[in-house]
């Protein structure tokens, strides 16, 4: 899992596609406002697909689970307070997850972006090591809380 991750986030190819894309929509007269919502949206449509997936899927595990664990676990999914509720963390998911990317590839300059000048700077370096250091340990979290899981349902 942490490798697909790291490959997906560094994958350089993409990297400097985008800073290409950026550029021309630029060089065309892009501002930098029109340029973050678009990645802002971007963000938040993947953020609210993955909750619709997200939902779906609860709403087609949950008999296999009440089966599983031998116990009667409800979930109100046409309750609209759990829409709202989900939905707004999905949206605000979303907006921060594209925020510090709408602004940071926003503020490149056209022509140096057009001549292939997008070098990473030393402190976004730091900020992305970290992230990936953090997802590291979220992802041993996790699987550690699904062995835990696993071992107390076969212990019931």
């Known amino acids: 899992m942490y490798n697909i991750d790291s490959k997906h986030q560094f994958h350089e190819p993409g990297y400097l596609q985008r800073a290409r894309e950026i550029g021309v929509r ?6 930098k406002s029109t340029l ?5 949206g971007e963000s938040v449509f993947t953020a609210m697909i993955a909750f619709v997936l997200a939902m779906l899927l609860v709403f087609l595990l949950l008999p296999s689970f009440n089966i599983l664990t031998n ?9 609209p307070g759990i829409w709202l509720q989900f939905g707004g963390l999905a949206l605000l998911t979303g907006f921060l997850a594209g925020s510090y990317p709408a602004f940071y590839l926003s503020s490149f300059n056209a022509i140096s972006v057009l001549r292939g000048g997008t070098r990473k700077s030393a402190q976004g370096s730091g900020l992305r090591k970290g992230l990936v250091v953090f997802q590291f340990i979220i992802s041993i979290i996790m699987i550690v809380g699904t062995f835990t899981v696993y071992r107390q349902l076969n212990y019931i």
């Open 26 to 31: 630029k060089a065309i007269g892009a501002t």
């Open 36 to 40: 973050a919502r678009q990645f802002i």
């Open 71 to 79: 116990k009667l676990v409800t979930v109100y999914l046409l309750d």
